[in-house]
């Protein structure tokens, strides 16, 4: 079987020779998707990426077989109709069992973490799948690949919205063992808080003294819940309220709200800055969101914030054969050292 080099960072791919044929890709909005059957081992090199705010989560389906998985001195076997979450900021390993078939979803960290304060312990299989919303996402995800792996949904940005929305709430409901997890009282109080959150978003004077006092915590206490994720309280509000402005402008294509009732509507009090904030967050201005079927968004000048160069949309020529070689993955044995 051909080997593969899977998932790179956009500014790294350089297409796949024609003998790399069991691999499948397209790009849906901000996710990557990929179809691939790889004959041996991946390994994933922490060091090429930058911040968080330029990492991406990695979520794998086995489709056949079984996948082995290491992260964080954390390994796991995941099978046909199971999910595992990896995290590109440490080193990773997929070890995959003779034919086994893989779907993987590569979804930009800032979308899973503005919808799971708590994201990073769900890495690497800490907590047991809830089986029922397993199915369904597995279904969902595994569909909606093979339906548009050869063109384009006609809009893929508000598509992206809906699937990454339906991961989170798969993760989300993931049985945490609450007799075991030392943890568990400090996520179910990050529950309350961002529910809090989500339903106040439209309140332009929502602070953190206000998150605090709705929980009757202290201000510090409530900064530490979120410095867990490494993000701060306020940036945390500001994500949500441009996913809401952005689920309310893609669902609105005949304009019947203007750009400025949108930015009030969740919670901005100066539109310039709401337009600022939200063309740095999607990489499109808010005037043009209701568009984003007929035209993605196209990256911006500042390469922290150019999108992920792991595969090519539909109908986007590859480069010549043999374009392969980068040191991004690794391809060993499992008896092989790191």
């Known amino acids: 079987m051909a080997r593969l080099t899977s998932l790179l960072p956009r500014d790294e791919y350089t297409g796949f020779d024609d003998e790399a044929l069991a691999s499948q890709q397209t790009r849906i909005g901000r996710l990557d998707l990929e179809f691939i059957q790889p004959d041996r081992s991946l390994a994933r090199n922490w060091e090429r990426v930058g911040s968080v705010h330029d990492a991406?989560?990695?979520?794998?389906?086995?489709?056949?077989?079984?996948?082995?998985?290491?992260?964080?001195?954390?390994?796991g076997l995941a099978r046909s109709g199971e999910y595992v979450l990896l995290s590109e900021l440490a080193f990773y390993e997929l070890s995959p069992d003779k034919n086994t078939r893989l779907l993987m979803v590569r979804i930009p960290a800032a979308e899973l973490r503005g919808r799971l304060v708590s994201i990073e312990d769900h890495v690497s299989r800490r907590?047991?799948?809830?089986?029922?919303?397993?199915?369904?996402?597995?279904?969902?995800?595994?569909?909606?690949?093979?339906?548009f792996i050869n063109s384009p949904p006609?809009?893929?940005?508000?598509?992206?919205?809906?699937?990454?929305?339906?991961i989170a709430l798969t993760i989300g409901s993931e049985d945490r063992g609450?007799?075991?997890d030392v943890r568990n009282a400090r996520y179910h109080l990050r529950r309350r808080i961002v529910d809090?959150?989500?339903?106040?978003?439209?309140?332009?004077?929502?602070?953190?003294?206000?998150?605090?006092?709705?929980?009757?915590?202290?201000?510090?206490?409530?900064?530490?819940l979120f410095n867990d994720n490494e993000t701060t309280v306020s940036q945390f509000v500001q994500t949500k309220r441009l996913?809401?402005?952005?689920?309310?402008?893609?669902?609105?294509?005949?304009?019947?709200?203007?750009?400025?009732?949108?930015?009030?509507?969740?919670?901005?009090?100066?539109?310039?800055?709401?337009?600022?904030?939200?063309?740095?967050?999607?990489?499109?201005?808010?005037?043009?969101?209701?568009?984003?079927?007929?035209?993605?968004?196209?990256?911006?000048?500042?390469?922290?914030?150019?999108?992920?160069?792991?595969?090519?949309?539909?109908?986007?020529?590859?480069?010549?054969?043999?374009?392969?070689?980068s040191p991004y993955w690794e391809r060993r044995s499992l008896h092989e050292t790191a």
């Open 243 to 325: 996913q809401r402005a952005y689920e309310i402008l893609v669902a609105d294509p005949k304009g019947h709200r203007t750009v400025s009732e949108v930015a009030y509507e969740v919670g901005f009090k100066n539109v310039s800055h709401f337009s600022r904030c939200f063309s740095r967050h999607f990489r499109v201005a808010p005037r043009d969101a209701r568009q984003t079927h007929n035209a993605s968004p196209h990256p911006t000048t500042d390469p922290r914030h150019a999108p992920p160069k792991g595969l090519l949309a539909p109908g986007v020529p590859s480069s010549p054969r043999g374009s392969l070689g």
């Open 154 to 166: 006609p809009n893929p940005q508000a598509l992206a919205t809906e699937i990454v929305s339906f």
């Open 178 to 180: 609450a007799a075991t």
């Open 56 to 75: 991406s989560y990695l979520l794998v389906f086995p489709l056949a077989g079984g996948v082995t998985f290491s992260q964080d001195g954390r390994t």
């Open 127 to 147: 907590f047991k799948p809830n089986e029922q919303m397993t199915r369904l996402l597995v279904g969902m995800i595994g569909s909606v690949a093979e339906l």
């Open 196 to 224: 809090f959150i989500e339903t106040h978003l439209s309140d332009q004077s929502l602070s953190p003294k206000k998150i605090a006092a709705s929980s009757r915590i202290s201000l510090s206490y409530l900064y530490s």
